[in-house]
T-cell receptor
């Protein structure tokens, strides 16, 4: 029973295209995140959503936009793809504990390759 | 500027020994610190969380220490096994960063790739 799932697992596309990556969590968590892991394996936060409100928006290009149709989903839309967007994108979720946020649960990742 | 550094990119040890990984940070005052394990082709998996008022946390063969004076966390795996081979990431909450930030936003180190040889 997958906790955090992402589709697709692999995405190969041409420069200039628009693409989306979907993420769903069945843990009942109230916060979801998107991370980018580049070729040097550096994992960097992109966005987080809490109860359908964007609470963090790191300095990413506005070609990237998160969309949350409900508390269990946070999709990532990317417009006008560029070569530098090639990376592995991870979705994650967490709940808010009494003493602060709890640990994050990560999805399996989506490897995006822009040609 | 804010920095998180994990002592080495790679660490090779013999099975049965204790692996010690280091995470140092500057210009942060994190309320908590987390350690994750990442296997090739997979997402990170949470291992341990330690809060600023805790000195040490244990879970089975894992032990984490947190020294807010030294601005350092140590992650130990005792009686290491080849199955422990993976990349280990430390992460701090960005709320304690100089530029502020939101609680729950984790800043990750680059990770240390641990290889345990039989």
């Amino acid at each position: 029973d997958t906790a955090v799932s992402q589709t697709p697992k692999y995405l190969v596309t041409q420069m200039g295209n628009d693409k989306s990556i979907k993420c769903e969590q069945n843990l009942g968590h109230d916060t979801m995140y998107w991370y980018k892991q580049d070729s040097k394996k550096f994992l960097k936060i992109m966005f987080s959503y809490n109860n359908k409100e964007l609470i963090i928006n790191e300095t990413v290009p506005n070609r990237f936009s998160p969309k949350s149709p409900d508390k269990a989903h946070l999709n990532l839309h990317i417009n006008s793809l560029e070569l530098g967007d090639s990376a592995v994108y991870f979705c994650a979720s967490s709940s808010q504990g009494l003493a602060g946020p709890n640990e994050q649960f990560f999805g399996p990742g989506t490897r995006l390759t822009v040609l | 500027s804010q920095k998180i550094e994990q002592n080495s990119e790679a660490l090779n040890i013999q099975e049965g020994k204790t692996a010690t990984l280091t995470c140092n940070y500057t210009n942060y005052s994190p309320a908590y610190l987390q350690w994750y394990r990442q296997d090739p082709g997979r997402g990170p998996v949470f291992l341990l969380l330690i809060r600023e008022n805790e000195k040490e946390k244990r879970k089975e063969r894992l032990k984490v220490t947190f020294d807010t004076t030294l601005k350092q966390s140590l992650f130990h795996i005792t009686a290491s096994q080849p199955a422990d081979s993976a990349t280990y990431l430390c992460a701090l909450d960005s709320l304690g960063g100089l530029g502020g930030g939101s609680q729950g936003n984790l800043i990750f180190g680059k990770g240390t790739k641990l290889s345990v040889k039989p």
